[in-house]
């Protein structure tokens, strides 16, 4: 009988220990010295126009909207970093399609809320999908990403539409993981990094890092020697090989084929990537008749990351019943399946430490162990995944790859609260 391992590898699924490393590393800087050229890439490669070097001034309070994934917040970010007059609903157009009107008058009515509470002219926003940004910190939003439904927004300037509808002002739009970085550089204290990286890892992911100017061969008239950060999209790399499962699950989203390696690690899909690979495992006989039964029965069409990753790790969450548990309730089912989904997860943790490997090494910074390279991550999967020690996972594959291997230094950096929020606000005040 096949085991689950060779059941996985027949149909494509890499097993984290097998992922060739170096090669990852190797195809990710050429795609991201293909996208700063403004050459065909699957890594956009975003300038944003925000440098590290500025001062954050002590006190000022600044106006920020989140757009965050799933969800849309507001409030008021203080420095010392601090949020005050917190709100939090739903993102337009996660629950059902909005029109454009719609859409900004949700975003216009928390200004309004929040806006005379700032000492600062600028509003932040934290924009947390893919958007090319302006000089003046405008976003053109690319494609939506999660799931999000407002179709009309697509290709329109996000601040100038705002503001229109508020009769003026101004605006500093900036991806999470721009946003995320920077609240790393402002919270850093007296410590000495050579470079920065922000690392979104939630419900999507993407990383941004510093780039030299001189490297941005794309733009021109930049001070060569200056340097950006940039948000390079890192969700929608696509030079990775994908299990039959990967591409089962892809085919039934809203963006079948857009950010590949998104889908491979991010909490959006780790759930449905299980519910293929379950499926697919009950029609070549691995569990029960009753299992097999129950599968194809499942009321939601799809499996969340939060049930399959507690399942995995054997937690009962009190207030919510895992439909895992209910299916799998015979203990062989259940090893059997355990055994088919902790490879999503595991291979999860590698790509995302190798792919993280890959942006501290295009810094070109972190020749000395007392000046590394600071990672600043944050997201619901990163902190909150139960099945494997995810961060621990991550760490002792960098200190391989980068410290071991290569003499280059990094450091996770303590994880910053409200990262994305903090980091809009610093935006607003800069
Ligand atoms: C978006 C990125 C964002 C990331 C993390 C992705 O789906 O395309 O812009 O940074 O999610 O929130």
Redesign the pocket.
């Given at each position: 009988m096949k085991t689950p391992e060779d059941f996985l590898k027949e149909r494509g699924f890499i097993a984290a220990a097998e992922i060739d490393r170096d090669a990852l590393i190797s195809t990710f800087m050429s795609e991201m010295e293909k996208g700063l050229a403004g050459k065909p890439s699957s890594l956009p490669m975003i300038p944003s126009y925000i440098g590290v070097d500025g001062k954050v001034p002590q006190g000022a309070k600044a106006a920020v909207l989140d757009a965050?994934?799933t969800n849309f917040r507001s409030g008021i970010v203080t420095i010392p970093p601090a949020v005050e007059d917190r709100a939090n609903q739903p993102m337009p157009g996660v629950k059902k399609e909005v029109g454009v009107d719609d859409f900004y008058s949700a975003l216009a009515e928390e200004v309004r809320r929040v806006k005379p509470l700032a000492t600062v002219e600028k509003i932040g926003f934290c924009f947390?999908?893919?958007a090319d940004a302006t000089a003046d910190l405008d976003a053109k939003l690319i494609r939506w990403?999660?799931g999000i439904k407002a179709p009309g927004i697509v290709g329109q300037f996000v601040g100038k539409e705002l503001l229109s509808r508020l009769g003026g002002g101004k605006i500093a739009i900036v991806?999470?993981?721009v946003a995320t970085l920077l609240a790393a550089k402002a919270t850093e204290g007296d410590k000495e990094y050579s470079s920065y990286l922000g690392f979104?890892l939630?419900?999507?992911?993407?990383t941004a890092y510093v780039e030299r100017n001189s490297n941005i061969l794309k733009l021109s008239g930049l001070d060569p020697a200056g340097k950006m950060i940039i948000?390079a999209?890192s969700?929608s790399f696509d030079k990775i090989a994908r299990s039959k499962f990967d591409l089962a699950m892809d085919a039934k989203t809203q963006t079948p084929g857009s950010?590949p390696f998104?889908k491979m690690i991010s909490g959006a899909y780790l759930g449905p990537i299980g519910l293929e690979i379950f499926k697919a495992a009950a029609k070549e006989g691995f569990f029960s008749k009753q299992a097999a039964g129950r599968l194809s029965g499942l009321a939601t069409p799809t499996l969340e990351t939060i049930d399959l990753d507690n399942f995995v790790a054997g937690f009962k969450k009190p207030d919510r019943t895992n439909p895992l548990d209910v299916i799998f309730a015979d203990a062989t089912d259940a090893k059997i399946a355990r055994r088919l989904a902790l490879p999503v997860f595991e291979r999860a943790a590698v790509l995302t430490a190798v792919h993280l490997a890959a942006f501290v090494i295009k810094t070109g910074e972190g020749v000395s162990a007392s000046s590394p390279v600071a990672i600043n991550a944050d997201g619901s999967t990163y902190y909150k995944t139960k099945a494997v020690p995810f961060a621990d996972l991550v760490r002792r594959e960098l200190d391989d790859i980068l410290v071991k291997r290569r003499n280059i230094h990094y450091e996770i950096t303590p994880q910053v609260e409200d990262a994305p929020m903090v980091g809009a606000g610093i935006a607003a005040m800069l």
């Open positions: 965050g994934g947390s999908y893919p990403t999660k991806n999470d993981t979104i939630g419900t999507g992911t993407n948000n999209e969700g950010n998104e």
